[in-house]
C-alpha cells in the first residue's frame, strides 16, 4: 500500500520533474550519439543511404529511452531499474551499424595503402604475413572463438558486478564501456580502411589458407554477415564495412581488461586470457593491421582518462542522475 501511495504521488506532480535530472549518463550518451547521426543523416541526406530509417529508428530508440526512464522515475520495481541499465546492450550494435552507413557517404576514401606503409615502416614486413607461419587449424579456431567473443566480455564482466550485488560498480563500468564504443563508432570517420584480408590477402581463399577444425567456417561467415557482406557477394571488399582504423576490438577489449581489473572483477583473470587471445586474432585472422591496434590502444587509454571527466561535467551541470540506480 506505501508503495502504492508513493507512485500515485510521483505520477500527480509528474509534471514538476525536470528530465535531465530524470535521465543517467547512459542514456545521455546513447541520446548523444543518436543526435549526431540524425543530424548527419539530415545535413547529408542525398548521399547517405537509407537516412530515413535512421531518422524513424533513432526517434523511436530515443522515446523508448526517455519512456523508460520516467518509468523507472515513477515505478519503484526492480525490474524497471535492471531495465535502465541492460536495455543498452541491445543498443550498441545498431549505432555501430549506423555509423558504417554514413562512414563510405561522408568519407568515401579508404586509407588502407597508408595504413600498410605505416606497418612496413614500423615492422619492415606485413605483420599478417609474417604472422602466417605459426598458422595451425586448431590455434585458428581458438582464436576465431576468441573474436567472436567480443561482445560477450564486457556483459560477461558486467553480470560479474551484478552477481556479486555491486549494482554501483556495474553501472560506472557500463557507462565507461558504452561510452568507449560510442567514441570508437565516430573514430572510424578518421581513417576508413577494409583491413588486410581484402588487400594483402586473397579474401577468397581466406578458409583454404587459415583453416580451422569445426566452428570456425561458421563464425567467419558470421563475422562476415555483421561487417556487412552477404553470403555469396561477388565483390565484398566494395560492401564490407569501414570499421579498422582504430581497432574498436583492442580498444573495447582492452578497456574491459583494465576495469575489470580496477573494479576488481571475480573473473577478471579468464577475461585477460581470452581479451589478450582476442587482440592477438585481431592480426593472425587478417581482420587489422598492427597500427589498427596501436591506435586502439592509444584510444582506450584516452578514454580512461577522457570519461569520468565527461561524466563529472554532466554532474556539475545537474543533467546526468546518479548511476547508482540500482540501489
Known sequence: MNRLVRVRSRLRNYEHLRLRGVLTALDWYTLGIMTMYSVLAIVFYPIVPKATTILVTNTLLATAIVAIAWLAHVVEHRSIRLLRF?????????????????????????????LIEWDRVIFGVDPTRWISQFA????TEYLQLCYVSFYLLPIAVALSFFRQGRAGVMMRFGRMIVFGFYVSYLAYFALPAIG?????????????????????????????????????????????NRDCFPSGHTMMTLLTIVL??????????????????LIV???YLRYHYVVDLIAGALCAAVMLWLEPRVYRLLVSRDIAAPDEVLE
Open 86 to 114: 541492460f536495455y543498452v546492450i541491445p543498443m550498441v550494435y545498431p549505432m555501430y551499424q549506423q555509423s558504417q552507413l554514413l562512414v563510405p557517404s561522408l568519407h568515401p576514401h579508404d586509407y588502407d595503402a597508408l
Open 136 to 139: 595451425h587449424p586448431v590455434l
Open 196 to 240: 588486410p584480408r581484402f588487400t594483402l590477402h586473397d579474401f577468397s581463399q581466406l578458409d583454404r589458407e587459415l583453416p580451422g577444425v569445426v566452428v570456425t567456417p561458421y563464425l567467419r561467415a558470421l563475422v562476415n554477415e555483421g561487417g556487412g557482406i552477404e553470403p555469396g557477394e561477388p565483390q565484398p571488399e566494395r560492401v564490407v
Open 260 to 277: 575489470a581489473w580496477r573494479m576488481q572483477s571475480t573473473i577478471r583473470l579468464p577475461i585477460t586470457i581470452v581479451g589478450f587471445s
Open 281 to 283: 586474432a585481431t592480426v
